[in-house]
Nanobody, 126 residues
């Protein structure tokens, strides 16, 4: 059974940094096609923030380019989201999600992610 567990959320002042971690169930990391970090702010739709493919290709939302970095450590079954230069508008619940479809062509499509974590809250104060 695939499980994703996020950690690393918290409260930080604007300009600060946080690193989120998404741990994938042991044994399921090697076959994942893509892992994406998403977020949902209060009253807003969920959006994809960053994604990384099995081959290391990355994709970022325009709003976080240059500030956020997604990476993966297969040995630790973990995908990270390093968030620097945080802004109040980054406040949201952050979710990681995994796609196991080997035919996936666009990892920006949120509906393509099959497994989701429970989310971790990030709050950025001004």
């Amino acid at each position: 059974q695939v499980r994703l567990v996020e950690s690393g959320g918290g409260s930080v002042q604007a300009g600060g940094s946080l690193r989120l971690s998404c741990e994938v169930s042991p044994g399921y990391m090697f076959s994942v096609t893509a892992v994406g970090w998403h977020r949902q702010a209060l009253g807003k739709q969920r959006e994809l923030v960053a994604a990384i493919s099995s081959g290391g290709r990355t994709n970022y939302a325009d709003s976080v380019k240059g500030r956020f970095t997604i990476s993966r450590d297969n040995a630790k079954n973990t995908v990270y989201l390093q968030m620097n230069g945080l802004k109040p508008e980054d406040t949201a619940v952050y979710y990681c999600a995994a796609n196991y479809n080997p035919l996936l062509t666009n990892m920006r499509i949120m509906a393509s992610y099959e497994y989701w974590g429970q989310g971790t809250q990030v709050t950025v104060s001004s």
